[in-house]
């Protein structure tokens, strides 16, 4: 794309329609995966965790090699879509064997199951989702159409969410007078890892298919692009990493993400034990969440223009950690009321507000890191989206990795019993759970602390493409000469 020019509304859309199969496989990997190995299939928190953990290691390979691959790819599809299509029927399979364990493996071998498929699905997630985000920095420079089309895209995701979300709880985990609780038992797993996995491969190959038209007018690799090594991978990462914008977006989202991870992971816990909520009121406080994330994608277009992307970022983060953590907090000092009919509100209040200040995070993030893509190829003269998106999405894998990892070990400190009802967890037991739900907001103090050098306003960035304009009028008046 030239430096000014915009995208029309019919690529946003159909790049938007891929952020839902990420949401989809986000909100059974983050929401009801730890849940139901470790209250469901009995595997201990601590084996949950290392699962995941051992995922996220291979996550640090992958997402940045991906990104560097795809980088310097050279196909009459484009840098990115032929990556997108190999990773849509792959993730597809694994996820639903994710869900799907054959019966009667020991605890070891279920981990073993768990492991293997988590380590799949998410490098199948890389190889569609990295190329993804970085098409979505490549369609534009302008810096606030790249918010608009993040934010488009998040709204898909949430949209996918809300109808998950409807689905599960109405169609999938219903409650019956003999099972109040269906998310605790094993059958209805299979139908809603099936028909997810279903929408998950759809929603990636029409996004992949209905943005081909685009890769004529996006930027070509450039000749001097070296070739693909994974000694390069890494010595592109610390080249990017040397930028102080870069190295201080980063490593905040990525602690940012660990601390989001360990909420979501135990949320179903919290929800389930420590409120003692119905399904329904557990739907009710997702669809709250989903609405807040709504809410967020709202204002963050208004609010990166008045206040610019870095405070924006600052905002959410903690308007997200006070709703987390607030009602907890209250609950351990006996301030909660606990009249349902009040408590039930305020919970799906504090998840909206979560939610909406999570939103402005993601979305900050995403569209920051395509404005340091810009400032690289001022710096080095070649576009690297992939390297960089690559670092993003595996910060963000480290929400489900590293917040399953510590919800795992956490949930084995506090000696929370497997294979249990919600009313038979010992009042101590909740107790120290509440105690560990407050301590992690440790990580966004820390993650604001680290973020703070972050220094690349609006005006910088109209300097930067200013500055790739007339770089790029040169060379092409050479060209003709």
């Not at 918010?147 to 709880?169: C, D, E, H, K, P």
């Not at 909420?263 to 119905?278: D, G, I, P, R, V």
Request: net charge neutral; charged share 15%.
């Amino acid at each position: 794309m030239t430096i000014e020019s915009t995208v029309n509304w019919r690529f946003k859309f159909l790049y938007s329609v891929g952020q839902g199969a990420e949401s989809i496989k986000g909100f059974g990997f983050g929401t009801l995966l730890l849940v139901y190995y470790n209250q469901v299939l009995g595997l201990s928190g601590t084996y949950s965790g290392i699962a995941v953990f051992i995922a996220v290691v291979f996550d640090a390979v992958s997402d940045p090699a991906v990104g560097s691959w795809s980088d310097g790819f050279r196909h009459k599809l484009g840098r990115r879509h032929l990556f997108m299509l190999a990773g849509s029927l792959p993730l597809g399979i694994t996820y639903f064997l994710l869900f799907w364990p054959p019966e009667q493996l020991s605890e070891f071998g279920l981990f073993m199951w768990f492991t293997c498929f988590a380590v799949l699905s998410r490098t199948a997630l890389t190889f569609f989702l990295v190329p993804y985000l970085s098409l979505g920095a490549e369609m534009t420079m302008n810096y606030q159409e790249r918010t608009q089309i993040v934010a488009l895209r998040w709204a898909f995701g949430m949209l996918s969410s809300l109808v998950v979300v409807a689905l599960a709880w109405n169609y999938f985990f219903v409650a019956t007078p003999d099972n109040t609780t269906p998310q605790l038992t094993r059958a209805p797993y299979f139908s809603f890892a099936l028909l997810s996995s279903l929408v998950i491969v759809v929603t990636m190959i029409v996004s992949t298919l209905g943005t081909l038209s685009i890769v004529p007018h996006l930027t070509n690799v450039h000749p001097d692009h070296p070739s693909f090594s994974l000694r390069r991978v890494y010595w592109d990462l610390f080249e990017a990493l040397k930028d102080r914008s870069f190295f201080a977006l980063f490593w905040s989202t990525i602690i940012f993400y660990v601390y989001a991870g360990v909420y979501t992971a135990l949320s179903m816990h919290l929800l389930t034990f420590y409120w003692k909520l119905q399904t329904s009121g557990i739907e009710y406080t997702q669809y709250g969440a989903i609405m807040g994330g709504l809410a967020g994608l709202s204002v963050v277009t208004i609010l990166h223009k008045l206040l610019d992307k870095r405070t924006t970022l600052i905002v959410g983060m903690t308007a997200s950690t006070a709703a987390n953590t607030i009602p907890v907090l209250l609950q351990l000092v006996g301030l909660m009321p606990t009249d349902m009919d009040v408590l039930l509100p305020l919970l799906v209040f504090a998840g909206f507000v979560s939610a909406a200040g999570i939103m402005l995070v993601l979305v900050g993030a995403s569209s920051m890191t395509g404005d340091i893509a810009d400032q690289h190829e001022l710096t080095h003269g070649r576009r690297q989206e992939g390297v960089y998106f690559g670092s993003l999405s595996f910060a963000n894998k480290c929400t489900g990795a590293l917040g399953n990892l510590a919800a795992g070990f956490a949930l084995d400190v506090v000696k929370f019993p497997v294979n249990t009802t919600p009313g038979d967890v010992p009042e101590e037991v909740l107790f120290h759970f509440g105690l560990i739900y407050v301590a992690i907001l440790l990580f966004v103090v820390s993650s604001l602390k680290v973020f703070w050098p972050y220094d690349l306003s609006q005006e910088r960035h109209e300097e930067i493409k200013l500055a790739l304009a007339k770089r790029r009028t040169a060379s092409e008046s050479g060209l003709d000469s």
